[in-house]
């Protein structure tokens, strides 16, 4: 979606008329934006727990929030990001990049569209993307199949998201009991050694 937003963006700059609805509903989703940050970053420290911190997570996550390329504003990953948070703005997302690509006079996007735009020399990723975008495997697409796919990736990643945050929050909780059972142990061991009467006088006392 990122490539296909900078090709479209780079045919029709921000701004065009054509595409001033759009334009104002990707970059005003009607979401609650710090919210889905939010979400964004405890996935972040989820994957950490699961050890994928890998150069592809590095990449999209960024270990500094600030430097994260999901949540930068003027990077097309932060864009899209956003845009799926909300399903009048992943429907005028789809709608932006559907209307670009098309050819004049057609009613379908194509392989071939995308990969006259990518030119060439990227024919393979232009039939890769296409093959994501293509769920039924038609040959075309059309422009309300171009945003239900749109809107229910969006509503997948959300789901995703909060699924990350749940089990999150489940391990902080957790690593709470695992510590403090620790530390109920460690005070027993200290005290046994400390003092060594201190289980006779425990169990004494019972």
């Given at each position: 979606m990122a490539k296909l937003y900078d090709t479209s963006v780079y045919l029709h700059p921000v701004g065009s008329p054509?595409?001033?609805v759009e334009d104002t509903l990707i970059k005003h989703p009607g979401s609650d934006i710090a919210k889905k940050m939010s979400e964004g970053k405890e996935a972040q420290k989820f994957l950490g727990r699961m050890g994928f911190r890998t150069a592809k997570k590095g990449r999209y996550f960024g270990d500094d929030p600030d430097k994260s390329r999901w949540f930068a504003y003027g990077d097309s990953y932060g864009v899209i990001e956003r845009a799926l948070t909300h399903e009048k703005s992943a429907a005028a997302l789809a709608t932006r990049i559907w209307r670009s690509l098309?050819?004049?006079?057609?009613?379908?996007?194509?392989?071939?569209?995308i990969e006259e735009v990518l030119g060439p020399?990227?024919?393979?990723?232009?039939?890769?993307?296409?093959?994501?975008?293509?769920?039924?495997?038609s040959k075309d697409i059309k422009l309300e199949e171009m945003v239900l796919t749109t809107v229910e990736a969006g509503r997948i990643r959300s789901d995703i998201y909060r699924g990350m945050v749940d089990i999150?929050?489940?391990?902080?909780?957790?690593?709470?009991?695992?510590?403090?059972?620790i530390a109920t142990v460690m005070t027993f061991f200290i005290l046994l050694l400390c003092k060594p009467e201190f289980p006779l006088k425990l169990f004494a006392s019972r």
């Open positions: 054509q595409f001033t098309v050819a004049n006079g057609e009613d379908s996007l194509k392989a071939s569209d020399y990227r024919r393979e990723e232009a039939q890769s993307i296409f093959k994501t975008i293509d769920e039924n495997d999150n929050h489940c391990l902080n909780t957790f690593e709470w009991i695992i510590i403090a059972a």
